[in-house]
């Protein structure tokens, strides 16, 4: 199942600083959509703005052409899974444990989870593939790991939009490529902030570009990775290619 994201003149400020200023996005069902930019340029404050960490100081996000923001948390919750940067946890809950809390939002207070929300669980630790260390406490795992098992219970979840802030961070390139491949393939719609251009060139349908809070450019990475941009926004020298294998465009940057 996925939805339709609609981000209309979002802004969000903060002691009269705007760190988002007048945000337009789309994401039509089924697309995978990254944020790209430099550190500080906004992506974070965004994504924490759709998902409803922060509320946005003017505009609105839209799913389905309902308000994020008026839906209750459960209803939200039902809809929309997301994966922080670097998301933490204190609680000494198994791996598994932590997995399962995917199943929350669907279930009535204090309800047990049942056969079906364990089978739903440990598909998910295979699929993000930790299904070993489901009895492991999730504090004892390394950064990956951690990573991984957020994956598995924004999953778990059965949300209709996936928001995703830097979900490749802590992981070596096999598991980069395999959490990003299993995001683009899960059905969900999705949102995702990321910093290696050449992943979000891959794997993006299409790509907004933001620089201090606004978006400076989107559409296609093909469209939108060119080695002016990338001068402009980066400040860096770039030649950008087309891979010979996967067609996508490929950002070399020069000294």
């Known amino acids: 199942m996925s939805a339709e994201l609609r981000v209309e003149g979002l802004s969000y400020s903060v002691d009269g600083h705007e760190l988002v200023h007048a945000v337009d996005l789309t994401a039509a069902p089924g697309e995978t959509i990254g944020l790209v ?17 922060l509320r946005p100081t003017a505009g609105h996000a839209l799913l389905d052409g309902a308000d994020l923001h008026t839906m209750t948390h459960k209803a939200r919750a039902q809809r929309l899974a997301t994966v922080p940067q670097d998301g933490q946890t204190d609680f000494e809950l198994t791996v ?15 309800e047990a989870d049942n056969a ?6 440990d598909a998910a630790l295979d699929r993000v593939g930790i299904r070993p260390l489901a009895d492991r406490t999730f504090p004892s795992l390394s950064g990956g790991e951690r990573q991984r098992a957020l994956v598995a219970r924004a999953l778990v979840q059965q949300p209709a939009l996936l928001v995703l802030d830097e979900p490749t961070n802590h992981l070596d390139i096999r598991y980069q490529l395999d959490i990003l491949t299993l995001i683009s393939r899960s059905g969900t719609t999705n949102l995702l902030a990321l910093h290696d251009l050449n992943l979000a060139a891959y794997y993006c349908d299409r790509l907004y570009v933001l620089q201090a809070g606004r978006v400076v450019a989107s559409g ?3 469209d939108v990775l060119t080695p002016g941009l990338l001068a402009a926004v980066y400040e ?5 290619s087309t891979h010979p294998t996967t067609g996508a465009p490929t950002v070399t940057y020069l000294p």
Do not use: I, Q
């Open 220 to 222: 296609t990475p093909r």
């Open 236 to 240: 860096v020298s770039a030649e950008v």
């Open 116 to 121: 079906a929300d364990a089978a739903l669980a």
């Open 96 to 110: 598994r444990e932590v997995v399962a809390m995917g199943r929350s939002p669907h279930k009535r207070f204090w």
């Open 37 to 53: 930019g430099p550190n500080g340029s906004g992506k974070t404050t965004l994504l924490r703005c759709v998902y409803g960490t």
